[in-house]
């Protein structure tokens, strides 16, 4: 009763911010973020005379207990039943913790709701819409957390983990004919050979990606594939979330909801058309866990030019990665989208990269058949100065 309550107001919120994604934000995200900051200097001693500086994760981990608002709530010990526990992957090497009341987690529901409606996921009846979600087997994290949500009952939704066997994923989807497909890249990537080896037979009329970067040269195989273009969801467990348009124009941010600021290494604001390396963020609806100018470790470019769709929403033009992804090789900084000549070829499997001194990594790809001679010749092209 209660999720079903949560969905009918996560519902209701996402309809109202899809009704002004055209008008301008400003005023609204200005009136949030005061609203949260005054919050936060009354409730959360680590704010309590907040000169503006960012927050970095790790300042964050260490001073959990005193930035939380509930003083019942400690990093270490039991976390209180009212509340949602989100983990960040630590692929970065660092665990993040974020904690969510129920009005902060329908927030998250909003955006997911939000996204869902963008790429034209809306329920249907009398014959409910049948989504596939090959996502992240924990469940604490946000692809999985958000599936099983907002599975009220509206849609008929499988869902997978990809650490599932490759062979089971295919029959399981063969049997359900998803008319959604919701997957990483890579994954959606790997159905596509499944697909077109005759393996997979599924004809979905929408498919979105999520968790990692969706390449142009992805996105067309996927296009090739099914005749879908594929959308990107950004979702991060920061609170930051966004997907592209029908224009597949770059993300476009839900920043009436998070604040957004990019900025170089140096935290220094960079002006939109330009390369950022990382992002400041507030969440505006967490307010358990106040978290004014939190760093997220992404380096975009955010694009200058308005989407021809007419949404005020800034989009996100390219996204290099990760910093914590960035290998420094010599005086060469190696982003991971380098490694696209490797991630698109139709016979690599999955490939890792391994850096074997200061200026030298070695490759290690599982392949169909012989790519090595290939791989070599393209990466000595493509990316002279790192190969
Ligand atoms: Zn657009």
Redesign the pocket.
Known sequence: MTRLLDFAVALRQSRALLAREREPFSAFQQQRFDTLVEHARRRSPFYRDWDGAPLDKATMMEHFDAIVTDPRLRRDERYLGDYRVMTTSGSSGLKGLFVYDRAGWTGIMAQFLRYSATVGIEPRFPRRLRIGAVVSPTGTHMSRRCASAVDVGVHRVLGLAVTQPLREIVSRLNAFQPQSLNTFPTMALELAEEQRAGRLRIAPELISTSSELLTPEMADRIEETWCVRPYSLYATTEGLWGV????H??I?LFEDMVRVENVDEHGRAVPDGAPGAKLLVPNLFNFVQPLLRLEIADAVTIAAEP?????T?R?LESVAGRAHDVLELGDVRVQPLHFGVIARDRDVVEFQVVQTGPSSVRVLVVARGDVQARLRERCSNGCAGWA
């Open positions: 592209d348009c029908e224009h124009a770059g476009h989407c021809a769709c007419g949404r929403l989009r």
